[in-house]
Protein backbone atom coordinates (compact mmCIF):
# COMPACT_ATOMS: atom_id res chain seq x y z
CA UNK A 1 0.00 0.00 0.00
CA UNK A 2 1.06 3.46 -0.85
CA UNK A 3 2.16 5.70 2.34
CA UNK A 4 0.18 8.51 3.27
CA UNK A 5 2.49 11.73 3.22
CA UNK A 6 1.67 14.89 5.13
CA UNK A 7 0.85 17.67 3.16
CA UNK A 8 0.99 21.60 4.08
CA UNK A 9 -1.28 24.10 2.45
CA UNK A 10 -1.19 27.72 3.56
CA UNK A 11 -4.63 29.17 5.44
CA UNK A 12 -6.51 30.91 2.71
CA UNK A 13 -9.89 30.71 3.02
CA UNK A 14 -12.64 30.95 5.61
CA UNK A 15 -12.95 27.55 6.13
CA UNK A 16 -9.51 26.84 6.47
CA UNK A 17 -9.52 29.32 9.67
CA UNK A 18 -12.13 27.32 11.07
CA UNK A 19 -10.08 24.16 10.85
CA UNK A 20 -7.03 26.36 12.07
CA UNK A 21 -9.29 27.50 15.24
CA UNK A 22 -10.99 23.86 15.76
CA UNK A 23 -7.75 21.99 15.83
CA UNK A 24 -7.05 22.66 19.43
CA UNK A 25 -10.83 21.59 20.28
CA UNK A 26 -10.71 17.95 18.65
CA UNK A 27 -6.86 17.51 20.12
CA UNK A 28 -7.57 18.19 23.68
CA UNK A 29 -10.99 18.13 24.55
CA UNK A 30 -10.65 15.36 26.69
CA UNK A 31 -7.39 16.60 28.54
CA UNK A 32 -9.04 17.85 32.26
CA UNK A 33 -5.72 20.83 32.05
CA UNK A 34 -6.65 22.19 28.71
CA UNK A 35 -9.02 25.49 28.85
CA UNK A 36 -10.67 26.03 25.58
CA UNK A 37 -10.73 29.87 24.37
CA UNK A 38 -13.43 31.89 23.38
CA UNK A 39 -13.67 30.75 19.49
CA UNK A 40 -15.60 34.35 18.77
CA UNK A 41 -12.27 35.63 20.46
CA UNK A 42 -9.75 33.69 18.36
CA UNK A 43 -11.38 34.94 15.24
CA UNK A 44 -10.88 38.45 16.21
CA UNK A 45 -7.49 37.66 17.77
CA UNK A 46 -6.11 36.14 13.93
CA UNK A 47 -8.06 38.95 12.26
CA UNK A 48 -5.65 41.09 10.01
CA UNK A 49 -8.38 44.08 10.60
CA UNK A 50 -8.80 44.12 14.42
CA UNK A 51 -5.62 42.89 15.87
CA UNK A 52 -3.58 45.88 16.16
CA UNK A 53 -0.52 43.39 15.30
CA UNK A 54 -0.63 43.82 11.94
CA UNK A 55 0.17 47.16 12.01
CA UNK A 56 3.67 46.28 12.11
CA UNK A 57 3.78 42.77 11.27
CA UNK A 58 3.06 39.96 8.61
CA UNK A 59 2.25 36.62 9.37
CA UNK A 60 0.95 33.01 7.26
CA UNK A 61 -1.07 30.46 9.18
CA UNK A 62 -0.24 26.83 7.92
CA UNK A 63 -2.43 23.74 7.85
CA UNK A 64 -1.08 19.63 8.19
CA UNK A 65 -3.77 17.26 6.85
CA UNK A 66 -2.98 13.92 5.81
CA UNK A 67 -5.29 12.03 3.79
CA UNK A 68 -7.89 14.85 3.64
CA UNK A 69 -8.12 15.21 7.32
CA UNK A 70 -6.46 18.30 9.25
CA UNK A 71 -3.19 16.58 12.11
CA UNK A 72 -2.08 19.87 12.42
CA UNK A 73 -1.37 23.56 12.31
CA UNK A 74 1.28 26.55 12.59
CA UNK A 75 1.95 30.00 12.03
CA UNK A 76 5.29 31.74 10.76
CA UNK A 77 5.44 36.01 11.22
CA UNK A 78 7.31 38.61 10.63
CA UNK A 79 7.20 41.86 13.04
CA UNK A 80 8.85 44.91 12.15
CA UNK A 81 8.89 46.16 15.76
CA UNK A 82 10.83 43.39 16.24
CA UNK A 83 13.31 44.02 13.63
CA UNK A 84 13.57 47.97 14.88
CA UNK A 85 14.53 46.58 18.56
CA UNK A 86 16.95 43.78 17.08
CA UNK A 87 17.83 44.11 13.75
CA UNK A 88 16.26 42.06 11.34
CA UNK A 89 16.84 38.81 9.81
CA UNK A 90 14.50 36.92 12.37
CA UNK A 91 11.13 35.25 11.85
CA UNK A 92 8.93 33.72 14.61
CA UNK A 93 6.49 30.38 14.63
CA UNK A 94 3.46 30.00 17.03
CA UNK A 95 0.50 28.41 17.41
CA UNK A 96 1.59 25.01 17.46
CA UNK A 97 -0.94 22.27 17.65
CA UNK A 98 -0.55 19.03 16.31
CA UNK A 99 -0.77 14.59 17.19
CA UNK A 100 1.68 13.00 18.32
CA UNK A 101 3.53 12.09 14.72
CA UNK A 102 7.34 13.24 13.75
CA UNK A 103 6.10 13.61 10.48
CA UNK A 104 3.35 16.28 11.05
CA UNK A 105 5.87 18.04 13.37
CA UNK A 106 8.96 18.06 10.47
CA UNK A 107 6.61 19.33 8.07
CA UNK A 108 4.90 22.27 9.86
CA UNK A 109 8.02 23.66 11.36
CA UNK A 110 9.79 23.07 7.66
CA UNK A 111 6.90 24.88 6.28
CA UNK A 112 6.99 27.70 8.83
CA UNK A 113 11.08 27.80 8.21
CA UNK A 114 10.50 28.28 4.21
CA UNK A 115 8.20 30.72 4.50
CA UNK A 116 10.32 32.80 6.25
CA UNK A 117 13.61 31.91 4.18
CA UNK A 118 11.17 33.04 1.48
CA UNK A 119 11.23 36.83 3.21
CA UNK A 120 15.33 36.66 3.79
CA UNK A 121 15.00 35.33 7.58
CA UNK A 122 17.64 33.40 8.77
CA UNK A 123 16.67 32.76 12.35
CA UNK A 124 13.30 31.37 13.67
CA UNK A 125 11.85 31.63 17.50
CA UNK A 126 9.16 30.85 19.23
CA UNK A 127 6.24 29.25 19.82
CA UNK A 128 4.66 32.73 20.16
CA UNK A 129 0.90 33.64 19.17
CA UNK A 130 2.00 36.28 17.76
CA UNK A 131 4.39 37.81 20.14
CA UNK A 132 6.16 36.97 23.58
CA UNK A 133 3.48 39.20 25.59
CA UNK A 134 0.81 36.89 24.00
CA UNK A 135 0.78 32.51 24.42
CA UNK A 136 4.38 31.90 24.26
CA UNK A 137 6.60 29.23 25.04
CA UNK A 138 6.25 25.33 24.64
CA UNK A 139 4.86 24.23 27.86
CA UNK A 140 7.83 21.62 29.63
CA UNK A 141 6.96 21.40 32.81
CA UNK A 142 3.85 21.55 34.52
CA UNK A 143 1.14 19.77 32.63
CA UNK A 144 -1.07 19.05 35.26
CA UNK A 145 -1.50 22.28 36.66
CA UNK A 146 -4.48 24.10 34.78
CA UNK A 147 -2.92 27.03 32.51
CA UNK A 148 -4.40 30.69 33.54
CA UNK A 149 -5.07 33.52 31.39
CA UNK A 150 -2.75 34.17 28.61
CA UNK A 151 -0.90 31.15 28.85
CA UNK A 152 -0.53 28.02 26.55
CA UNK A 153 -0.99 24.39 27.40
CA UNK A 154 0.52 21.58 25.57
CA UNK A 155 0.72 17.44 25.89
CA UNK A 156 4.04 16.37 26.86
CA UNK A 157 4.93 14.54 23.73
CA UNK A 158 5.16 18.47 22.13
CA UNK A 159 8.32 18.57 23.34
CA UNK A 160 9.89 15.80 22.12
CA UNK A 161 8.27 16.03 18.74
CA UNK A 162 9.38 19.79 18.88
CA UNK A 163 12.95 18.38 19.47
CA UNK A 164 13.10 15.85 16.89
CA UNK A 165 12.53 18.81 14.49
CA UNK A 166 16.12 19.76 15.62
CA UNK A 167 14.75 22.96 17.56
CA UNK A 168 17.36 24.26 20.33
CA UNK A 169 16.08 25.71 23.34
CA UNK A 170 17.06 29.69 23.08
CA UNK A 171 15.49 30.34 26.88
CA UNK A 172 13.13 29.33 29.54
CA UNK A 173 10.28 31.52 30.82
CA UNK A 174 9.35 30.62 34.49
CA UNK A 175 5.90 31.05 36.63
CA UNK A 176 6.13 31.14 40.05
CA UNK A 177 2.86 30.21 42.47
CA UNK A 178 2.31 32.38 45.04
CA UNK A 179 -0.20 31.84 48.28
CA UNK A 180 -1.04 35.48 48.26
CA UNK A 181 -2.56 35.49 51.68
CA UNK A 182 0.02 33.57 53.96
CA UNK A 183 2.25 36.72 55.21
CA UNK A 184 4.28 34.19 57.10
CA UNK A 185 6.02 33.60 53.78
CA UNK A 186 7.03 36.80 53.17
CA UNK A 187 11.05 37.47 54.04
CA UNK A 188 10.67 40.60 56.46
CA UNK A 189 13.09 42.48 54.07
CA UNK A 190 10.15 43.08 52.08
CA UNK A 191 8.35 45.02 54.31
CA UNK A 192 11.11 46.74 55.33
CA UNK A 193 11.95 47.71 51.88
CA UNK A 194 7.71 48.33 51.42
CA UNK A 195 7.79 50.91 54.37
CA UNK A 196 10.87 52.36 53.85
CA UNK A 197 9.42 53.07 50.16
CA UNK A 198 7.19 55.94 50.82
CA UNK A 199 9.38 57.17 53.95
CA UNK A 200 12.47 57.09 52.54
CA UNK A 201 12.21 57.64 49.10
CA UNK A 202 8.28 59.49 48.47
CA UNK A 203 7.06 56.80 46.95
CA UNK A 204 3.41 56.31 46.46
CA UNK A 205 0.65 53.60 45.25
CA UNK A 206 -2.30 53.91 43.73
CA UNK A 207 -5.00 51.68 42.53
CA UNK A 208 -6.05 52.09 38.60
CA UNK A 209 -9.94 53.37 38.07
CA UNK A 210 -11.53 51.88 34.78
CA UNK A 211 -12.43 55.04 33.35
CA UNK A 212 -8.86 56.29 33.66
CA UNK A 213 -7.82 53.17 32.08
CA UNK A 214 -6.87 53.91 28.67
CA UNK A 215 -4.78 56.85 30.04
CA UNK A 216 -3.12 54.34 32.44
CA UNK A 217 -2.54 51.82 29.85
CA UNK A 218 -0.72 54.50 28.01
CA UNK A 219 1.84 55.18 31.30
CA UNK A 220 2.14 51.58 31.40
CA UNK A 221 3.53 51.54 27.35
CA UNK A 222 6.19 53.86 29.19
CA UNK A 223 7.17 51.99 32.13
CA UNK A 224 7.30 49.14 30.37
CA UNK A 225 9.31 50.30 27.62
CA UNK A 226 12.06 51.47 30.44
CA UNK A 227 11.59 48.48 32.78
CA UNK A 228 11.69 45.65 30.35
CA UNK A 229 14.16 46.86 27.65
CA UNK A 230 16.72 44.68 28.46
CA UNK A 231 15.25 41.80 28.70
CA UNK A 232 15.20 39.07 26.12
CA UNK A 233 12.86 39.46 23.01
CA UNK A 234 12.06 42.63 24.08
CA UNK A 235 9.52 44.21 21.51
CA UNK A 236 8.12 47.88 22.52
CA UNK A 237 4.47 48.81 22.81
CA UNK A 238 3.21 51.07 20.15
CA UNK A 239 0.68 53.27 20.86
CA UNK A 240 -1.87 51.14 18.58
CA UNK A 241 -0.94 47.89 20.63
CA UNK A 242 -1.59 49.96 23.83
CA UNK A 243 -5.01 50.72 22.41
CA UNK A 244 -6.00 46.98 21.60
CA UNK A 245 -4.46 46.33 25.42
CA UNK A 246 -6.64 48.82 26.83
CA UNK A 247 -10.00 47.61 25.18
CA UNK A 248 -8.59 43.66 26.47
CA UNK A 249 -8.29 45.04 29.93
CA UNK A 250 -11.59 45.99 30.21
CA UNK A 251 -12.98 42.95 29.92
CA UNK A 252 -10.98 41.37 32.97
CA UNK A 253 -10.25 44.67 34.63
CA UNK A 254 -10.93 44.76 39.12
CA UNK A 255 -9.33 47.57 40.63
CA UNK A 256 -7.98 45.97 43.51
CA UNK A 257 -5.17 44.18 41.60
CA UNK A 258 -4.49 47.06 39.09
CA UNK A 259 -2.08 49.37 40.45
CA UNK A 260 0.52 52.40 39.81
CA UNK A 261 3.44 53.74 41.68
CA UNK A 262 4.49 57.08 41.52
CA UNK A 263 7.12 59.71 43.02
CA UNK A 264 6.72 63.31 42.46
CA UNK A 265 3.56 62.57 39.74
CA UNK A 266 5.75 60.49 37.61
CA UNK A 267 4.50 57.18 37.45
CA UNK A 268 7.82 55.07 38.22
CA UNK A 269 6.55 51.36 38.14
CA UNK A 270 3.18 49.70 37.66
CA UNK A 271 1.88 46.15 38.21
CA UNK A 272 -1.37 44.48 36.19
CA UNK A 273 -2.55 41.46 38.25
CA UNK A 274 -5.25 39.38 36.18
CA UNK A 275 -8.58 37.57 37.95
CA UNK A 276 -7.78 34.73 35.58
CA UNK A 277 -10.86 34.49 33.52
CA UNK A 278 -9.71 30.72 31.98
CA UNK A 279 -11.68 29.74 35.49
CA UNK A 280 -14.91 30.95 33.89
CA UNK A 281 -13.93 30.17 30.09
CA UNK A 282 -13.51 26.20 31.25
CA UNK A 283 -17.31 26.36 32.18
CA UNK A 284 -18.34 28.54 28.61
CA UNK A 285 -16.42 25.66 26.71
CA UNK A 286 -15.55 28.21 23.91
CA UNK A 287 -19.06 29.21 23.35
CA UNK A 288 -21.01 32.85 24.33
CA UNK A 289 -24.19 30.83 23.71
CA UNK A 290 -26.49 29.70 25.10
CA UNK A 291 -25.17 29.46 28.13
CA UNK A 292 -21.42 31.13 28.33
CA UNK A 293 -23.12 34.30 29.02
CA UNK A 294 -24.16 33.58 32.18
CA UNK A 295 -21.14 32.86 33.40
CA UNK A 296 -19.27 35.38 32.17
CA UNK A 297 -21.28 37.48 34.53
CA UNK A 298 -20.90 35.19 37.64
CA UNK A 299 -17.22 35.57 36.93
CA UNK A 300 -16.97 37.03 40.70
CA UNK A 301 -17.78 34.46 41.86
CA UNK A 302 -16.16 31.97 40.29
CA UNK A 303 -12.70 33.53 39.73
CA UNK A 304 -10.06 32.50 43.22
CA UNK A 305 -6.72 33.05 41.67
CA UNK A 306 -4.80 35.75 39.51
CA UNK A 307 -2.01 35.80 37.02
CA UNK A 308 0.52 38.87 37.79
CA UNK A 309 1.22 39.54 34.05
CA UNK A 310 3.02 43.22 34.54
CA UNK A 311 5.22 44.08 37.61
CA UNK A 312 8.03 46.29 36.80
CA UNK A 313 9.88 49.94 37.92
CA UNK A 314 12.10 51.80 35.93
CA UNK A 315 15.09 50.97 36.44
CA UNK A 316 16.12 54.28 37.85
CA UNK A 317 14.01 54.26 40.64
CA UNK A 318 14.39 50.54 40.99
CA UNK A 319 16.62 51.30 43.82
CA UNK A 320 13.12 52.72 46.08
CA UNK A 321 11.68 49.60 47.20
CA UNK A 322 8.54 49.86 44.52
CA UNK A 323 8.75 46.24 43.56
CA UNK A 324 8.73 44.98 47.46
CA UNK A 325 5.34 47.75 47.72
CA UNK A 326 3.81 46.43 44.84
CA UNK A 327 4.23 43.15 46.70
CA UNK A 328 2.78 43.84 50.37
CA UNK A 329 0.20 45.66 48.44
CA UNK A 330 -0.78 42.25 46.79
CA UNK A 331 -0.88 40.18 50.26
CA UNK A 332 -3.30 43.21 51.69
CA UNK A 333 -5.39 42.92 47.97
CA UNK A 334 -6.06 38.94 48.89
CA UNK A 335 -7.15 39.86 52.27
CA UNK A 336 -9.95 41.88 50.64
CA UNK A 337 -10.82 39.70 47.86
CA UNK A 338 -12.13 36.61 46.72
CA UNK A 339 -8.48 35.80 44.88
CA UNK A 340 -5.90 33.87 47.61
CA UNK A 341 -3.37 32.70 45.32
CA UNK A 342 -1.76 32.67 41.89
CA UNK A 343 0.79 32.60 39.38
CA UNK A 344 3.36 35.10 39.28
CA UNK A 345 5.15 35.10 35.25
CA UNK A 346 6.48 34.28 33.27
CA UNK A 347 9.71 35.82 34.68
CA UNK A 348 12.94 35.14 32.76
CA UNK A 349 15.52 32.39 33.70
CA UNK A 350 18.25 34.71 33.36
CA UNK A 351 16.34 37.17 35.10
CA UNK A 352 18.02 37.12 38.54
CA UNK A 353 16.24 40.28 40.34
CA UNK A 354 13.05 38.77 39.97
CA UNK A 355 13.56 35.72 40.55
CA UNK A 356 15.27 36.11 43.97
CA UNK A 357 12.22 38.27 44.94
CA UNK A 358 10.12 35.24 43.99
CA UNK A 359 11.76 33.41 46.41
CA UNK A 360 11.54 35.76 49.18
CA UNK A 361 8.10 36.29 48.72
CA UNK A 362 7.80 32.34 49.49
CA UNK A 363 7.03 31.06 45.63
CA UNK A 364 7.78 28.21 43.80
CA UNK A 365 8.19 27.55 40.26
CA UNK A 366 5.42 25.34 39.09
CA UNK A 367 5.41 25.74 35.27
CA UNK A 368 8.37 26.45 32.61
CA UNK A 369 7.67 27.59 29.14
CA UNK A 370 10.25 26.84 26.50
CA UNK A 371 11.41 29.04 23.82
CA UNK A 372 13.34 27.54 20.81
CA UNK A 373 15.11 28.43 17.63
CA UNK A 374 16.64 27.28 14.58
CA UNK A 375 18.77 29.22 11.88
CA UNK A 376 18.90 27.95 8.04
Keep these: ?????????AVSSRRDRQEFIELPFRLHSTSPQWVPPLRLERHMFLSRRLNAYFKHAGAQEFLATRDGRVVGRVSAQIDGAYDAE?????????????EDDAEV???????????????????????????MNDEAGLLVEGHLREPMIKQPW??????????????????????WELVIDDREKILPVIFELAEQCELKHGVTLRHMRRRDLRRDVKVFGEVYNAAWKE???????????????????????????????????????????????????????????PFGWWHFLRKGRIIDRVRVGFLGVKPEY????????????????????????????????????????????????VKRYRVYESRF
Design 1 to 9: MRAVTVEVR
Design 86 to 98: HGPGTGMFGFLEL
Design 105 to 131: AQALIGAAQGWLAERGRHHMIGPMDYT
Design 154 to 175: HPAAYQRLVEGTGLTKAIDLLM
Design 231 to 289: NWGFVPYSDSDLQHYADELQLVFDKHWFMIAQKDDETIGIAITVPDINQVLKKMDGRLL
Design 318 to 365: QHTGAAARFYVEHFDMAAATPQKWGEMGWILETNRAMNRGMEAMGGRI
